[in-house]
Protein backbone atom coordinates (compact mmCIF):
# COMPACT_ATOMS: atom_id res chain seq x y z
CA UNK A 1 0.00 0.00 0.00
CA UNK A 2 1.45 3.14 -1.22
CA UNK A 3 2.30 5.42 1.99
CA UNK A 4 -0.20 8.05 1.40
CA UNK A 5 -3.02 6.15 1.40
CA UNK A 6 -1.54 3.90 4.60
CA UNK A 7 -1.70 7.08 5.97
CA UNK A 8 -5.18 8.42 5.50
CA UNK A 9 -5.99 4.61 6.31
CA UNK A 10 -4.57 5.58 9.58
CA UNK A 11 -5.93 8.93 9.92
CA UNK A 12 -9.66 7.00 9.13
CA UNK A 13 -8.98 4.76 12.03
CA UNK A 14 -7.84 7.27 14.68
CA UNK A 15 -11.02 9.55 13.31
CA UNK A 16 -12.87 6.05 14.27
CA UNK A 17 -11.16 5.52 17.48
CA UNK A 18 -12.10 9.44 18.37
CA UNK A 19 -15.40 9.04 17.74
CA UNK A 20 -16.18 6.24 19.47
CA UNK A 21 -14.57 7.47 22.81
CA UNK A 22 -17.34 10.58 22.76
CA UNK A 23 -20.06 8.16 21.82
CA UNK A 24 -20.52 9.34 18.09
CA UNK A 25 -21.24 5.99 16.58
CA UNK A 26 -19.18 6.15 13.73
CA UNK A 27 -18.36 2.53 14.17
CA UNK A 28 -21.30 0.96 12.46
CA UNK A 29 -19.62 1.56 9.21
CA UNK A 30 -16.73 -0.83 9.97
CA UNK A 31 -16.99 -4.66 9.72
CA UNK A 32 -18.71 -5.47 12.46
CA UNK A 33 -17.36 -8.62 14.56
CA UNK A 34 -18.91 -11.13 17.01
CA UNK A 35 -18.59 -8.96 20.27
CA UNK A 36 -19.07 -5.91 18.44
CA UNK A 37 -21.40 -3.26 20.30
CA UNK A 38 -22.57 0.01 19.09
CA UNK A 39 -21.29 3.29 21.37
CA UNK A 40 -25.36 3.16 22.06
CA UNK A 41 -25.55 -0.49 23.13
CA UNK A 42 -22.47 0.13 25.18
CA UNK A 43 -24.21 3.56 26.35
CA UNK A 44 -27.26 1.91 27.45
CA UNK A 45 -25.85 -1.09 29.50
CA UNK A 46 -22.84 1.68 31.49
CA UNK A 47 -25.21 4.25 31.61
CA UNK A 48 -28.72 5.19 33.85
CA UNK A 49 -31.93 5.00 30.94
CA UNK A 50 -31.98 8.72 29.93
CA UNK A 51 -28.90 8.87 29.11
CA UNK A 52 -28.70 5.74 26.76
CA UNK A 53 -31.57 7.18 25.31
CA UNK A 54 -30.12 10.40 24.91
CA UNK A 55 -27.33 8.19 22.93
CA UNK A 56 -29.86 6.25 20.76
CA UNK A 57 -31.51 9.49 19.76
CA UNK A 58 -27.97 11.55 18.92
CA UNK A 59 -26.43 8.14 16.90
CA UNK A 60 -29.94 7.88 14.84
CA UNK A 61 -30.02 11.43 13.66
CA UNK A 62 -25.63 11.93 13.35
CA UNK A 63 -26.25 8.57 11.15
CA UNK A 64 -29.19 9.25 9.42
CA UNK A 65 -30.94 6.38 10.91
CA UNK A 66 -34.48 6.27 9.66
CA UNK A 67 -36.73 9.07 8.72
CA UNK A 68 -36.34 12.39 10.56
CA UNK A 69 -38.99 15.06 10.96
CA UNK A 70 -42.71 13.91 10.48
CA UNK A 71 -45.99 16.48 11.05
CA UNK A 72 -47.07 18.32 13.81
CA UNK A 73 -49.84 20.02 15.40
CA UNK A 74 -49.33 22.75 17.99
CA UNK A 75 -50.18 26.57 19.36
CA UNK A 76 -48.55 29.37 18.58
CA UNK A 77 -47.77 32.32 20.98
CA UNK A 78 -50.86 33.93 19.68
CA UNK A 79 -52.56 30.54 20.75
CA UNK A 80 -53.38 29.88 17.36
CA UNK A 81 -52.80 26.58 15.50
CA UNK A 82 -49.77 25.92 13.61
CA UNK A 83 -49.30 22.84 11.57
CA UNK A 84 -46.06 21.70 9.25
CA UNK A 85 -48.20 21.60 6.04
CA UNK A 86 -48.90 25.74 6.41
CA UNK A 87 -45.14 25.89 5.90
CA UNK A 88 -44.56 24.22 2.58
CA UNK A 89 -42.76 26.22 0.28
CA UNK A 90 -40.39 27.56 2.80
CA UNK A 91 -37.60 26.72 4.17
CA UNK A 92 -37.92 25.86 7.83
CA UNK A 93 -35.26 26.50 10.51
CA UNK A 94 -36.36 24.16 13.80
CA UNK A 95 -35.36 24.36 17.27
CA UNK A 96 -36.09 22.57 20.28
CA UNK A 97 -35.21 24.35 23.52
CA UNK A 98 -37.18 25.95 26.69
CA UNK A 99 -37.80 29.82 27.40
CA UNK A 100 -35.74 29.05 31.03
CA UNK A 101 -32.54 27.45 29.48
CA UNK A 102 -29.95 29.70 30.92
CA UNK A 103 -27.72 30.24 27.90
CA UNK A 104 -27.37 27.13 25.06
CA UNK A 105 -30.90 28.12 23.88
CA UNK A 106 -30.78 31.81 23.78
CA UNK A 107 -27.56 31.87 21.66
CA UNK A 108 -28.56 29.26 19.21
CA UNK A 109 -31.82 31.34 18.91
CA UNK A 110 -29.86 34.43 18.32
CA UNK A 111 -27.57 32.50 15.90
CA UNK A 112 -31.20 31.23 13.58
CA UNK A 113 -32.59 35.48 14.09
CA UNK A 114 -28.95 36.46 12.91
CA UNK A 115 -28.79 34.52 10.18
CA UNK A 116 -32.07 35.25 8.71
CA UNK A 117 -30.83 38.87 8.78
CA UNK A 118 -28.02 38.40 6.87
CA UNK A 119 -29.86 36.97 4.31
CA UNK A 120 -31.54 40.03 3.72
CA UNK A 121 -34.88 39.71 1.29
CA UNK A 122 -34.21 36.17 0.18
CA UNK A 123 -34.60 35.66 4.35
CA UNK A 124 -38.07 36.09 3.95
CA UNK A 125 -38.71 32.75 2.64
CA UNK A 126 -37.18 31.09 5.48
CA UNK A 127 -39.33 30.61 8.78
CA UNK A 128 -37.52 30.40 11.87
CA UNK A 129 -39.56 27.98 14.34
CA UNK A 130 -39.26 27.46 17.91
CA UNK A 131 -40.68 24.06 19.99
CA UNK A 132 -40.54 24.27 23.32
CA UNK A 133 -39.42 20.58 25.13
CA UNK A 134 -40.84 22.27 28.26
CA UNK A 135 -44.83 22.42 27.90
CA UNK A 136 -45.44 22.54 31.35
CA UNK A 137 -43.82 26.12 31.97
CA UNK A 138 -43.35 27.28 28.51
CA UNK A 139 -47.56 28.73 28.55
CA UNK A 140 -49.12 30.79 25.49
CA UNK A 141 -48.37 34.15 27.48
CA UNK A 142 -44.67 33.13 28.33
CA UNK A 143 -43.62 32.19 24.90
CA UNK A 144 -45.11 35.62 23.40
CA UNK A 145 -43.37 37.39 25.85
CA UNK A 146 -39.78 35.49 25.09
CA UNK A 147 -39.50 35.44 21.26
CA UNK A 148 -39.99 38.87 20.61
CA UNK A 149 -36.89 39.69 21.71
CA UNK A 150 -35.48 37.13 19.30
CA UNK A 151 -37.05 37.76 15.93
CA UNK A 152 -40.05 39.52 14.94
CA UNK A 153 -41.12 36.41 12.56
CA UNK A 154 -39.77 33.77 14.87
CA UNK A 155 -43.19 31.07 15.82
CA UNK A 156 -42.99 29.85 19.13
CA UNK A 157 -45.02 26.50 19.43
CA UNK A 158 -46.29 24.78 22.28
CA UNK A 159 -48.76 21.71 23.03
CA UNK A 160 -49.49 19.08 25.36
CA UNK A 161 -46.73 17.17 26.45
CA UNK A 162 -47.64 14.60 24.10
CA UNK A 163 -47.94 16.07 21.41
CA UNK A 164 -44.89 17.75 22.32
CA UNK A 165 -43.06 14.48 22.56
CA UNK A 166 -44.35 13.39 19.43
CA UNK A 167 -42.73 15.92 17.42
CA UNK A 168 -39.31 16.00 19.68
CA UNK A 169 -38.72 12.11 18.65
CA UNK A 170 -39.68 11.90 15.59
CA UNK A 171 -36.42 15.09 15.10
CA UNK A 172 -34.70 12.74 17.08
CA UNK A 173 -34.55 14.86 20.12
CA UNK A 174 -33.33 14.21 23.37
CA UNK A 175 -34.87 15.91 26.80
CA UNK A 176 -35.42 15.18 30.15
CA UNK A 177 -36.41 17.24 32.95
CA UNK A 178 -33.50 17.59 35.66
CA UNK A 179 -33.83 18.73 39.54
CA UNK A 180 -31.01 19.57 41.18
CA UNK A 181 -32.63 18.61 44.83
CA UNK A 182 -32.40 21.61 46.76
CA UNK A 183 -35.56 23.25 46.26
CA UNK A 184 -34.40 25.18 43.01
CA UNK A 185 -36.58 24.72 39.82
CA UNK A 186 -35.89 22.24 37.37
CA UNK A 187 -33.58 22.27 34.22
CA UNK A 188 -34.38 20.49 31.10
CA UNK A 189 -31.30 18.53 30.05
CA UNK A 190 -31.85 18.41 25.71
CA UNK A 191 -30.05 18.30 22.40
CA UNK A 192 -29.75 21.64 20.87
CA UNK A 193 -29.69 20.96 17.03
CA UNK A 194 -30.61 23.27 14.80
CA UNK A 195 -33.12 21.65 12.00
CA UNK A 196 -33.08 22.20 7.96
CA UNK A 197 -36.38 21.47 6.70
CA UNK A 198 -37.19 21.75 2.59
CA UNK A 199 -39.58 23.53 0.11
CA UNK A 200 -41.37 19.85 0.69
CA UNK A 201 -41.63 19.72 4.18
CA UNK A 202 -38.85 17.39 4.31
CA UNK A 203 -35.43 17.17 6.23
CA UNK A 204 -32.69 18.51 5.07
CA UNK A 205 -29.83 18.25 7.71
CA UNK A 206 -29.08 19.69 10.65
CA UNK A 207 -26.62 22.38 12.13
CA UNK A 208 -24.85 21.62 15.47
CA UNK A 209 -25.18 23.46 18.67
CA UNK A 210 -23.00 27.02 18.68
CA UNK A 211 -22.80 27.07 14.10
CA UNK A 212 -22.44 30.87 13.59
CA UNK A 213 -24.72 32.60 11.67
CA UNK A 214 -22.20 33.10 8.87
CA UNK A 215 -22.15 29.76 8.22
CA UNK A 216 -25.49 29.23 8.25
CA UNK A 217 -26.36 31.28 5.92
CA UNK A 218 -23.83 30.16 3.87
CA UNK A 219 -25.64 26.47 3.89
CA UNK A 220 -28.82 27.77 3.35
CA UNK A 221 -28.42 29.88 0.65
CA UNK A 222 -28.10 27.20 -1.59
CA UNK A 223 -31.22 26.26 -0.68
CA UNK A 224 -33.24 29.45 -1.63
CA UNK A 225 -32.09 29.02 -4.65
CA UNK A 226 -35.33 29.08 -7.61
NI1 LIG B 1 -31.54 25.08 25.93
Known sequence: MPDDRRKGRNQ??????????????????????????????????AAPEGAAKAAELMDALMWNRGPIGGPFDLIDQHGRHRTDAEFRGKLLVLYFGYTYCPDVCPTDLKAISSAIDLLGPAGEDVQPVFITVD???????????????????????????????????????????????????????????????????????????????????????????P
Open 12 to 45: IAAFVIQAAAVGFGVVSAVPAEADFKSPAALAAE
Open 135 to 225: PQRDTVARLRGYVSSFHPRLIALTGSAAQVRQVALAYKVYYANVTSGNGEPYAVDHTGFVYLVGRDGKYLGFFPPGTPPGRMVEIIRPHLA
